[in-house]
């Protein structure tokens, strides 16, 4: 039988979250990424679908509740390069898949998306990514990228990409954007269209997580933040605290 996603109740598409101090910050993920998955789900609709993968899956902060939402019968692939500032991230996805006894359903591996390891041609139903193509930061990279994409799906098959957008949620905050750009989706939407998709969309996903200065720079210390850097925003962060951007969420069909 192919899955199909049950049609449950619209959630609002936008949330300001707050985490204050350090003990509301891995709620406030939670939260965040409980809300993401719900927009993913509400993007891949009514298709009918087998095999999902989900590149660049990291420890599974999206891949969590994204599966909660799937039919029990979908079978998902969720591969990352694992390395440098990332490294062990997949084992702790594993991990996290063995306590909620979901091992069955998800095949965690290790692989650099531009050249997926032991994935066929044209058996992959839908592909997904959250914050990815911003870590595929040169055009080379992420041409790769899509043709390994193409490659796996299926004609007819689905992509949906998620990622902070180029805009700040708050204008004193165009420094984060500044220092970690992103794809736009017009220049997502003339690559993909020149790797052969259509049916090209963009969608918003205008939840945002508030953070106190303790998380704040917790936050940027896991994007590779400098302590000069830190130094630097010491007062801006300490008096604002930081945003996350919105998210676009690009969806195109092979
Ligand atoms: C910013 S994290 C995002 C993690 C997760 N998807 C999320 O939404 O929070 C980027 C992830 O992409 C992975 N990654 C970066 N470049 C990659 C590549 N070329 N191939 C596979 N994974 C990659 C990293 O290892 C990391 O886990």
Same mark, same amino acid.
């Given at each position: 039988?192919?899955?199909?996603?049950?049609?449950?109740?619209?959630?609002?598409?936008?949330?300001?979250?707050?985490?204050?101090?350090?003990?509301?910050?891995?709620?406030?993920?939670?939260?965040?990424?409980?809300?993401?998955?719900?927009?993913?789900?509400?993007?891949?609709?009514?298709?009918?679908?087998?095999?999902?993968?989900?590149?660049?899956?990291?420890?599974?902060?999206?891949?969590?509740?994204?599966?909660?939402?799937?039919?029990?019968?979908?079978?998902?692939?969720?591969?990352?390069?694992?390395?440098?500032?990332?490294?062990?991230?997949?084992?702790?996805?594993?991990?996290? $898949? +063995? #306590?909620?006894?979901?091992?069955?359903?998800?095949?965690?591996?290790?692989?650099?998306?531009? &050249?997926?390891? *032991? %994935? =066929?041609?044209?058996?992959?139903?839908?592909?997904?990514?959250?914050?990815?193509?911003?870590?595929?930061?040169?055009?080379?990279?992420?041409?790769?990228?899509?043709?390994?994409?193409?490659?796996?799906?299926?004609?007819?098959?689905?992509?949906?990409?998620?990622?902070?957008?180029?805009?700040?949620?708050?204008?004193?905050?165009?420094?984060?954007?500044?220092?970690?750009?992103?794809?736009?989706?017009?220049?997502?939407?003339?690559?993909?269209?020149?790797?052969?998709?259509?049916?090209?969309?963009?969608?918003?996903?205008?939840?945002?997580?508030?953070?106190?200065?303790?998380?704040?720079?917790?936050? $940027? +210390? #896991?994007?590779?933040?400098?302590?000069?850097?830190?130094?630097?925003?010491?007062?801006?962060? &300490?008096?604002? *605290? %930081? =945003?996350?951007?919105?998210?676009?969420?690009?969806?195109?069909?092979?």
């Amino acid at each position: 039988m192919r899955g199909q996603l049950e049609k449950g109740l619209p959630e609002p598409s936008e949330e300001k979250i707050f985490a204050s101090r350090p003990s509301e910050l891995s709620k406030a993920w939670t939260r965040y990424y409980d809300r993401l998955a719900a927009h993913f789900a509400e993007r891949i609709g009514r298709r009918r679908f087998n095999v999902i993968l989900e590149a660049g899956c990291g420890k599974g902060q999206l891949t969590m509740p994204l599966l909660r939402r799937l039919p029990r019968n979908v079978k998902l692939f969720a591969i990352d390069s694992s390395k440098g500032p990332y490294a062990g991230w997949l084992k702790e996805l594993s991990q996290k $898949l +063995q #306590t909620a006894r979901l091992e069955n359903r998800v095949q965690p591996i290790k692989s650099d998306a531009r &050249r997926i390891r *032991g %994935i =066929e041609d044209e058996c992959v139903d839908i592909v997904v990514s959250n914050e990815l193509l911003c870590d595929l930061p040169l055009h080379s990279q992420l041409e790769k990228a899509l043709t390994e994409f193409y490659r796996i799906l299926r004609p007819g098959g689905f992509m949906i990409h998620g990622e902070w957008s180029s805009s700040p949620a708050v204008e004193p905050q165009a420094f984060l954007i500044k220092h970690w750009p992103s794809w736009t989706p017009d220049q997502l939407f003339s690559i993909m269209r020149k790797k052969g998709f259509h049916e090209f969309q963009v969608t918003y996903f205008g939840s945002t997580i508030h953070f106190g200065y303790e998380n704040a720079v917790e936050v $940027l +210390q #896991t994007w590779g933040a400098t302590e000069t850097f830190l130094k630097h925003h010491d007062k801006m962060l &300490r008096r604002e *605290g %930081i =945003e996350l951007p919105y998210e676009h969420i690009v969806q195109c069909e092979k």
